[in-house]
């Protein structure tokens, strides 16, 4: 397969641009391509990516992954879990362990819901 070399033709737009006209492009076309995944990275999540953030917490892998799954039973993981420990460290006063161990003992997450604005029974 032979390629068409067509760049001279799709370079014709860029050919009167100085260096720095340029880089300025470059960094906008960045920023276009980039936009999206910002947008869906701070209005999604997944467990795999909440045991992350509470294995950065201090959490066990195996803490971690009842966490996920509580805050999951809960219909919380849209606020994300390691924001549920948080939260709930911060509604009671106690170190982010101790939280996180309380809501895996399934303690603390009526609380929750309700500092979150979410009144619907658990699962």
Known sequence: ????????????????????????????LAERVVDPLIEIAQTHTTPAIERSVLLRMGFSSIEAKGIVEKTLQHGLIGKGAGHAVFRYSRLK???????????????GWDEVKKSFGVEHESK
């Open 93 to 107: 006063n106690i170190p982010i362990r101790e939280a996180g161990l309380e809501l895996l003992e399934g303690r």
């Open 1 to 28: 397969m032979i390629r068409k070399d067509d760049f001279e033709t799709r370079r014709a737009h860029l050919r009167k641009l100085s260096d720095e006209e340029l880089k300025n492009y470059f960094w906008e």
